[in-house]
């Protein structure tokens, strides 16, 4: 039983150890092992890198944007160049300042020139005065004295053109004696005088129309003579200020003035009584009235009348003919018309001699925009200042030095007449006389002087002697003397 146990103990050894060579168990060895790790070493390198850099290109991109709207400043220019032609041309010469100035805009505005008073004096009482007025010389002294012509403003301009690029004696005209400023800037201006046929004066032996007495003798010999219905035409038109600038003449010849030295009105004087009478007397070879320049021009132009009370206006309608009312042109009866013609610019009377003549001015009204300024500078200015004067380079003399040389080369008509006549125009202004430039005379009287003018009281005087037949020389002198009074009166306690 015993050795039965001790076999079994033995066969259950020899299995296991069988089954332990099938499957061995692990070794598990423990040593220590030093691994050397290699520390990271950092390197600072630059790498370059071509990388294509990108080409900018500008270009312009035109976006239409609808502009926010601009509030303009508007400059009312009055003007009594009111013909179409000339009108298109102001306006022309206003929109080249507009296109520089697109804040600006300038409103042309034709007006009569007999009416400019009246229109002034509403436009005052409406508290609406333009902002520049083209008007004769005669209305700045009125002006000025009633206090609405901006001086301030016209000897600004002035002095920007330059004082010395004026002619003296423009300037000498537009000083207002009561501040010694400008009241207003010189722009053009015409020389009149007596145009006559000189070949029919030959033919009759007649002496030129320059004094009292070769008019007389011309205005008794030519009525009848070829095709002469007259021997001129006379102004007579009470409503029309023509009458007034040839009367003017005709007084000033015979040392007639509104006022004497010591400031008295002296339209009844013995000077301007005999005046009247000359003048009137003339009506005797004239036309019929009323008639103021359009008629005395046609009547000459036509061969009806060899005599003709004009400004330098005239010169191109010898030649061409002038405009009528109604649109068309005439054609003159003459040919050779302007060749045939003679000028006599000085009228010699029994008590002196004159040349009489127009400046033409820009008055810069009170309450003006600051721009009317460089409005003024503007139509005064190189090619602007040449389209004016060539809208009539005849009846429109420059009166800045650098223009003169430019404005014999507007019209070839210039060479329809002698050089003589040429010279005594282009040098007119400073020869000519006025009742308004009298030296003596102060603020108040030129004034007065304006007021005769604007209220038309020569032509309405001259009226009333030869159409209505309601005065006498005398008795018109008389009416002449009082309302000047009233107006000295008028002046005087304003």
Request: hydrophobic share 45%; net charge negative; glycine share 8%.
């Amino acid at each position: 039983m015993k050795r039965l146990l001790i076999v079994t103990i033995l066969m259950f050894v020899v299995v296991a150890l069988l089954a332990a060579c099938a499957q061995p168990t692990p070794q598990v060895i423990k040593e220590t092992v030093i691994v050397e790790k290699p520390v990271e070493k950092v390197v600072k390198e630059t790498v370059v890198v071509e990388k294509e850099v990108e080409k900018i290109v500008e270009k312009t991109v035109v976006v239409e944007v609808t502009p926010e709207p601009v509030e303009k400043v508007v400059i009312e220019f009055w003007t009594t160049d009111n013909e179409e032609v000339r009108v298109d041309t102001y306006e022309a010469v206003a929109q080249r300042f507009m296109d520089e100035n697109p804040n600006v805009e300038i409103r042309i505005v034709p007006i009569e020139e007999a009416g400019v008073s009246q229109r002034i004096a509403t436009a005052r009482a409406a508290n609406r005065l333009p902002d520049i007025v083209r008007m004769g010389v005669e209305r700045v002294a009125a002006f000025a004295a009633d206090g609405i012509l901006d001086e301030e403003a016209a000897s600004a301009v002035i002095n920007a053109i330059g004082e010395d690029e004026f002619r003296n004696g423009p300037l000498g005209m537009v000083i207002d004696p009561a501040t010694g400023k400008y009241a207003a800037v010189p722009f053009d201006g015409w020389i009149q005088g007596i145009w006559y046929r000189k070949d029919i004066f030959e033919e009759l032996g007649l002496e030129p129309p320059i004094t009292w007495d070769a008019i007389n003798a011309a205005c008794d010999a030519i009525p009848g003579f070829g095709n002469q219905l007259y021997a001129l035409t006379l102004g007579t038109d009470p409503g029309q200020n023509y009458p007034q600038q040839v009367f003017e003449q005709v007084a000033i010849s015979n040392n007639a003035w509104p006022f004497d030295e010591d400031g008295n009105v002296t339209m009844n004087s013995p000077e301007m009584i005999e005046a009247l009478s000359f003048y009137t007397g003339l009506q005797r070879c004239a036309q019929p009235g009323p008639q103021y320049w359009r008629g005395a021009r046609e009547a000459y132009e036509l061969d009806q009348a060899a005599m003709l009370f004009y400004s330098t206006y005239i010169m191109d309608d010898l030649v061409e003919g002038s405009g009528t009312e109604g649109g068309g042109k005439i054609q003159l009866a003459v040919e050779d018309l302007a060749r045939r013609t003679g000028f006599a610019s000085v009228m010699k009377g029994p008590n002196g001699q004159a040349t009489y003549g127009q400046l033409v001015t820009l008055g810069i009204m009170q309450g003006a925009d600051p721009e009317a300024q460089a409005v003024v500078e503007h139509f005064l200015t190189g090619q602007n200042y040449v389209d004016i004067l060539a809208l009539a380079p005849f009846g429109k003399v420059p009166v800045l030095k650098s223009a003169v040389d430019g404005w014999k080369d507007l019209s070839p008509y210039f060479k329809e007449y002698d050089p003589e006549t040429l010279e005594e125009i282009a040098n007119g202004f400073e020869a000519m006389q006025r009742w308004l430039f009298r030296p003596d005379y102060d603020a108040t009287e030129r004034a007065v002087i304006g007021d005769i003018e604007g209220r038309l009281l020569i032509p309405q005087a001259i009226s009333n002697i030869v159409l209505e037949g309601t005065m006498t020389p005398e008795t018109a002198a008389e009416w002449l003397q009082q309302q000047v009074e009233q107006l000295l009166a008028d002046r005087q306690s304003s």
